[in-house]
């Protein structure tokens, strides 16, 4: 096609007009403020609707017009502490606000910021630039393109869109805390480096390994690294971005990654997220997902396609390797799993050390400290807190950071944002009462995690908190310990009840409440910790394709359902009769403490054990008690 400036002129009048609506459209009022909220993890919208089910979802903020949603969530899978997550949301979804209403989340939608008027005029002067600058670079195209016609105008055409990266620049050491998984793969990077020591003996190289692991735990950043050490280019797609394709573009688009892969062999093919279209196939209420299952045959047929030396390794990540297609953990293809896991007290401390290396520090800035007061977060969580403690210390104008950033940013981390005191009230008043209820009982009984500090600043949807320093191993729990926080819970409420009367206690202590129940059950159901008897009477995860708990919830008989709540029940009710023994047998030098809370908002954990000691004895703990 031959352009002349005569048919350029003529095509762009239509095209400005259209295309200035257009930029209105996209440029102008749909820019929102989702960029600020950042949350470091996603997840599919399918996995959303699973955690709604499960309870676990806490708040939803919705963006952009809906289609993105910043979620809230908690649970056993993400270390049973708060996190943001991000949801894209499919065009329609008009059910979803019903259900999160009626699972009772906190939901929030954020209107489109609209654009400053400066935006707008220079929106209006740049367009007709963007258009005649575009035309011309067309005309230029089209003119001199030795490759015929039509060449610079195929923007319809699908294009491969996965990442390549040449040098990932990641190496081993970048990567810390899951020593086992490294050494697993100081194999998988021999095969791409030599492989013929390996074919020489007769032996196939494996073509696919599976990482599972929790979000933030450095799946991705173990496969960049293998990429790294091996010095092989790094290819990757997420699997989610495939179920978002129009039909037939996902399998072509698998292809073109595979095609692409080979031409550059050796290299490293990196699927993320793989659960998205790995599920198995044929199942989920409301039917399968033909562009799903289409995807995951070409994947299958990809890999059974080329031969384990070709030097191509696919890498696959996933946080549930329960729940995929069994055809893809056939010999031949994911064959080997290796595992990685929200890291111990030593991982987390390896990988404080690689993250604190480019930061400054005060020299009194202990990473064991911060080691020790993590349990639960992963090596994302870990770098996002010293970020955070970085920020602070610039808004702060300090030089180095110092212990006091870092403390800041894990409550932060753990608990939200710190919301403004309450003024000094009978709410404030029994809010304190609370927490020192919670405090004084975890300071009590010798099975309960020492008490770290009790806070009335509220942070988060918490009013006033009372945090406990936990032991590390947190794996086995004895019956004690699960009694002792029962108690510790329940201390809340007990104290509301006991000091202003039964009429008086709040809402306050429903997420306590929650915790009790879910404790005391898992009790009787899965730990046999009952009269029951040692006895599973739960399977833990459910069926993840009826949405949990609706599947095989029902392995019992009546009976026993009846006999579980009443277990339930009593032990809910013994421990809540000890909560209030403590309570009252400790009335005075719990005045004492709210008095104190009230006027400081803030008692550190030895203070108060401090006081405590005056009055009564405190039995020693054998666990680490945190220095600050
Ligand atoms: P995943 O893919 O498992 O969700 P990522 O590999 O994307 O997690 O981790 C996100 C970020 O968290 C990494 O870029 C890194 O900064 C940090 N991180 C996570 N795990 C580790 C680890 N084991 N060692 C060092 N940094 C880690
Ligand atoms: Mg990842
Ligand atoms: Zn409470």
């Not at 919705?62 to 502490?81: F, K, Q």
């Not at 708060?82 to 209107?111: C, F, G, Y």
């Not at 203070?607 to 004895?617: L, Q």
Request: glycine share 10%; proline share 4%; with cysteine.
């Amino acid at each position: 096609m031959k352009l002349s400036w005569k048919t350029l002129l003529l095509w762009s009048l239509p095209i400005f007009v259209v295309g200035f609506f257009f930029w209105q459209g996209f440029l102008g009022p749909t820019t929102t403020d989702v960029g600020s909220n950042i949350a470091s993890s996603r997840m599919t919208y399918g996995r959303f609707l699973e955690y709604l089910d499960m309870g676990w979802v806490k708040r939803v903020d919705l963006y952009e017009n809906n289609h993105t949603a910043i979620v809230e969530a908690v649970g056993p899978e993400l270390g049973n502490r708060v996190q943001r997550i991000r949801v894209e949301l499919p065009a329609s979804a008009p059910e979803l606000i019903t259900k999160l209403r009626k699972a009772n989340v906190d939901l929030d939608a954020h209107p489109p910021k609209s654009t400053s008027a400066i935006w707008g005029l220079l929106g209006n002067l740049l367009f007709p630039l963007v258009v005649v600058g575009g035309l011309a670079f067309l005309f230029r195209r089209s003119n001199s393109a030795s490759g015929g016609p039509g060449q610079a105008m195929s923007f319809g055409k699908s294009k491969a869109l996965f990442q390549m990266e040449a040098k990932t620049g990641v190496v081993f050491n970048d990567v810390a805390g899951v020593e086992e998984a490294k050494e697993e793969f100081q194999e998988v990077v021999t095969f791409l480096k030599q492989p013929e020591s390996f074919t020489a003996v007769g032996a196939k190289i494996p073509k696919g390994v599976l990482l599972v692991g929790p979000p933030g735990t450095g799946k991705t950043l173990l496969a960049k690294a293998i990429a790294g050490e091996a010095g092989v280019p790094f290819f990757s797609i997420s699997g989610s971005e495939f179920v978002e394709m129009f039909v037939g573009v996902g399998a072509s688009r698998v292809r073109d990654l595979f095609k692409k892969a080979k031409d550059n062999a050796p290299c490293i093919v990196f699927i993320d997220e793989i659960d998205a279209v790995g599920r198995q196939r044929g199942t989920g209420v409301g039917g399968g997902n033909d562009e799903r299952e289409q995807t995951l045959n070409q994947l299958l047929t990809e890999m059974d396609g080329f031969e384990g030396n070709t030097g191509v390794i696919v890498i696959a990540a996933t946080n549930r390797a329960d729940i995929l297609d069994s055809a893809l953990l056939r010999p031949g293809r994911f064959d080997r799993q290796v595992s990685v896991d929200v890291p111990d007290f030593k991982g987390r401390l390896a990988i404080l050390e690689v993250h604190a290396k480019n930061k400054k520090m005060e020299s009194q800035v202990s990473l064991e400290t911060i080691a020790r007061r993590t349990p639960g977060f992963s090596g994302a969580d870990l770098a996002n807190l010293l970020n955070e403690a970085a920020i602070l210390t610039a808004r702060r104008r300090k030089n180095a950071m110092t212990m006091s950033e870092i403390d800041t940013s894990i409550d932060r981390v753990v608990a939200g944002m710190e919301g403004t005191p309450l003024i000094d009230s009978k709410s404030k008043r029994l809010i304190a009462y609370h927490e020192v209820g919670h405090a004084i009982i975890g300071s009590l009984l010798e099975h309960h995690d020492p008490v770290q500090k009790v806070t009335l600043i509220p942070r988060g949807q918490a009013r006033g908190l009372t945090w406990f320093t936990p032991s590390d191993d947190q794996s086995l729990i004895s019956r004690s310990q699960i009694l002792a926080r029962i108690v510790g819970a329940l201390g809340g409420r007990a104290a509301e009840e006991v000091i202003f009367g039964d009429a008086e206690v709040t809402t306050g202590a429903s997420n306590d409440l929650q915790q009790v129940t879910s404790m005391a059950r898992q009790m009787v159901t899965r730990f046999g910790m009952s009269k029951i008897g040692p006895l599973s009477l739960e399977s833990q995860g459910g069926d993840p394709f009826l949405g949990r708990g609706m599947g095989g919830g029902s392995e019992y008989s009546d009976e026993v359902a009846t006999n579980i709540d009443k277990q339930v029940r009593e032990i809910v009710g013994e421990c809540y009769k000890e909560a209030k023994k403590i309570i009252k047998d400790n009335r005075v030098v719990m005045d004492r403490l709210v008095d104190l809370l009230i006027e400081k908002e803030t008692i550190e954990g030895n203070e108060f054990r401090d006081i405590v000691k005056e009055y009564t004895a405190i039995p020693e703990k054998n666990y680490y008690i945190s220095q600050f």
